[in-house]
T-cell receptor, first 113, second 109 residues
C-alpha cells in the first residue's frame, strides 16, 4: 500500500458525460501527478500540482481539468467523455517539487460506453 | 519531439537468467531518468538516475545512466518469477514527464 488513495476504483459511464476522479496523496506529500494509461498509448503524464498550484502540464486535453485543494487532495475532471477516454487513471504523489520518488495510487478504471 | 524508447518490447526468460532492459531518450533539458516496475497494479518506483547519480543498485537490480549515449540500462540478475512485470522507463525534462511503453518481462520457473 503506497499510502495514496484514489476513488472510485471503477467508473462506467456514457459518452458525453462528465466524471470526477479523486486522489488523496500520502501524508505530507505536497506534489500530486495525474497520469492516463491506455493499452495503445502507455502511461501518459497529464498534469502536476504542487501545494495547490499547477506546476507542469503534459498531454492533457482541454476537456480535462484538475485542481488541488488546500487539504492537498486533488480532483481530475473529465467532461464530454469519448470512447477513447476509457483508460486507467493514476494519481501519484511525492514529497518534493521534482519527479523523484513518486508513489502511485491504485488507479481508477474508467470505461466510457 | 521528445521521446523515450524502450527495448525489447517483451522478454521471456528462465529463472536464474540475467536480463538487461534498455531505455533511450531524446529530450530537451534532461533532468532525471526513472525506472518503475508495474505488475497488475500501479507502478512502483525502482531507481532515479541523474547527472550526479548515474549508477544505482538494489539487491539483484542495478541501473546505469549513460548521458553520452542518452540511454540507460536496467539489469536484473538471478531472475525470479516475482520479477515478472512490465518495466517502465520515464524521463523528466523541461517540466514534462515522458514514459516509454515498457518492457514486458516474463520469468518462467
Amino acid at each position: 500500500d503506497s499510502g495514496v488513495t484514489q476513488t472510485p476504483k471503477h467508473l462506467i459511464t456514457a459518452t458525453g458525460q462528465r466524471v470526477t476522479l479523486r486522489c488523496s496523496p500520502r501524508s505530507g506529500d505536497l506534489s500530486v501527478y495525474w497520469y492516463q494509461q491506455s493499452l495503445d498509448q502507455g502511461l501518459q503524464f497529464l498534469i502536476q500540482y504542487y501545494n495547490g498550484e499547477e506546476r507542469a502540464k503534459g498531454n492533457i486535453l482541454e476537456r480535462f481539468s484538475a485542481q488541488q485543494f488546500p487539504d492537498l487532495h486533488s480532483e481530475l475532471n473529465l467532461s464530454s467523455l469519448e470512447l477513447g477516454d476509457s483508460a486507467l487513471y493514476f494519481c501519484a504523489s511525492s514529497a518534493r517539487w521534482e519527479l523523484g520518488t513518486q508513489y502511485f495510487g491504485p488507479g481508477t478504471r474508467l470505461t466510457v460506453l | 519531439e521528445d521521446k523515450v524508447v524502450q527495448s525489447p518490447l517483451s522478454l521471456v526468460v528462465h529463472e536464474g537468467d540475467t536480463v538487461t532492459l534498455n531505455c533511450s531518450y531524446e529530450v530537451t533539458n534532461f533532468r532525471s531518468l526513472l525506472w518503475y516496475k508495474q505488475e497488475k497494479k500501479a507502478p512502483t518506483f525502482l531507481f532515479m538516475l541523474t547527472s550526479s547519480g548515474i549508477e544505482k543498485k538494489s539487491g539483484r537490480l542495478s541501473s546505469i545512466l549513460d548521458k553520452k549515449e542518452l540511454s540507460s540500462i536496467l539489469n536484473i540478475t538471478a531472475t525470479q518469477t516475482g520479477d515478472s512485470a512490465i518495466y517502465l522507463c520515464a524521463v523528466e525534462a523541461s517540466n514534462q514527464f515522458y514514459f516509454g511503453t515498457g518492457t514486458s518481462l516474463t520469468v518462467i520457473p
